[in-house]
């Protein structure tokens, strides 16, 4: 009964008006204004294109910068070479801390050494002073005199040459000796051939009955001392050519050992030395402050005689004579660091300038480092212009560097393909 109530309702006229009345006139125009609305939207948005940008920090330098010397230790300034716009080359020496050494005889015992080459034997000659004020250097330097007079020592000395010289004149006796022996052993040897001779011709007359006894028995008695004459003979001759070869050998021995002993004290010798070599290396890089390269010596602060330091101070600094274009450096992190191409466009706010106020710099990427550094940055390159006007027409003033903050426009992408980015990328790796 309620199903045949429910029909009735659903076909009465008025539903009937409803379902069959076409839509009205701003329902269809409305849907119409809303396609072309959206068509238009992402017709513009295909048109419509904006890089994306990669922000990093940057460092406004030259292509040569200023070398910066940094105190690797604490203490108080000890002496100054030289004043501040001074010109210095490579190597001078510009300030030194205070420590137990004096500066002046480090110096002197570097410039000795530069002078000595260990290998060679003719060096050792060379004198070094032994009154010399040289600190944590000292215990190196002792070890290198000893070193040195050992050597000295053995050269001069000469103990296994003469002793070398003496077994060769005894081994010259030895030999004249057993020349003696040889003659007398060819001379003895025809002493037992013809008493020989004898004692076989009274044998025979003997043993014919045509002489004594005694006569022969006294011609045996002779053959037979002439023979134990002769062994002993040998016996000293043999004895002469042991003590020969015995002398030979401790000759070779001597040599060996001469050998040995130089060798040692030729590798003591340079192992002193480069010992030392380190530690007035070492004693410079913790107390002395030397140029690394030409050009102006610039003071960070005003330093003095007895100002104090602090290990890890940036104290003085070397800004070459011809420091070159001026160049950014950018630190780019890793992520999205693909997309940075040489030729794009960069913008630099520098520290202390407000970009709202100065404006910003504008340079183009020269180059992208292939590799990333420990910290797992890359390292970008940005042409500048060199009088460093910014967007608004301000110079802003060069000391050296500058840092601040770089804003890599990368490639344009329209609105249309990033909108559908997200969309490809789900449907390649979906579908």
Excluded at 98 to 127: G, I, W
Excluded at 302 to 318: M, R
């Amino acid at each position: 009964m309620k199903g045949s109530e429910r029909e009735i309702e659903l076909r009465n006229e008025e539903v009937q008006e409803i379902l069959t009345r076409p839509p009205h006139a701003l329902v269809r125009w409305g849907i119409t204004v809303f396609f072309v609305v959206l068509v238009l939207f992402f017709t513009g948005g295909y048109f419509f294109k904006y890089p994306d940008v990669i922000s990093a920090s940057v460092t406004v330098t030259t292509e040569h910068p200023p070398i910066w010397m940094v105190a690797r230790g604490s203490g108080k300034i000890k002496e100054v070479y030289h004043k501040d716009r001074d010109s210095v080359w490579t190597g001078n020496i510009i300030a030194a801390l205070e420590n137990p050494a004096v500066t002046e005889d480090v110096l002197r015992l570097k410039e000795r050494l530069a002078s000595f080459n260990p290998a060679d034997s003719n060096a050792c000659t060379a004198q070094f002073p032994e009154s010399l004020s040289l600190g944590s250097i000292q215990n190196a330097y002792a070890s290198f005199l000893k070193s040195l007079t050992d050597y000295r020592n053995f050269l001069s000395l000469n103990l296994y040459e003469q002793k070398m010289e003496a077994t060769h004149r005894e081994l010259q006796e030895y030999r004249n000796y057993i020349a003696h022996l040889n003659r007398q052993a060819e001379l003895d040897k025809e002493q037992v051939r013809i008493a020989s001779t004898v004692h076989n011709r009274e044998k025979k007359l003997f043993d014919e009955g045509l002489t004594a006894q005694s006569e022969y028995e006294e011609a045996k008695l002779t053959f037979l001392n002439k023979q134990q004459n002769r062994e002993q003979l040998m016996t000293s001759l043999s004895s002469a050519r042991i003590q020969e070869a015995q002398l030979q050998q401790s000759i070779i021995e001597t040599q060996m050992e001469q050998s040995r002993e130089s060798n040692n004290l030729d590798i003591a010798l340079k192992t002193a030395y480069n010992e030392l070599l380190v530690s007035i290396n070492d004693w410079e890089l913790a107390y002395l402050f030397v140029s690394p390269a030409s050009g102006i010596l610039s003071y960070n602060h005003i330093w003095q005689k007895n100002q104090n330091v602090g290990s890890g101070d940036k104290v003085f600094s070397i800004v070459a004579q011809d420091p070159g274009s001026i160049i950014g450096k950018i630190k780019l992190p890793a992520g999205g660091s693909g997309k940075v191409m040489p030729g794009q466009r960069v913008n630099i706010s520098v520290t202390g300038y407000p970009y709202m106020e100065f404006g910003f710099l504008t340079g183009k990427v020269v180059s992208v480092s292939l590799l990333a550094d420990e910290e797992n940055t890359y390292t970008v390159t940005v042409n500048l212009p060199q009088d460093l006007r910014t967007s608004y027409g301000r110079t802003l003033e060069f000391k050296g560097e500058l840092t601040g903050t770089a804003e890599v426009m990368t490639d344009e992408r329209s609105v249309t393909e990033r909108l559908f980015s997200p969309l490809r990328y789900l449907w390649e790796k979906y579908l």
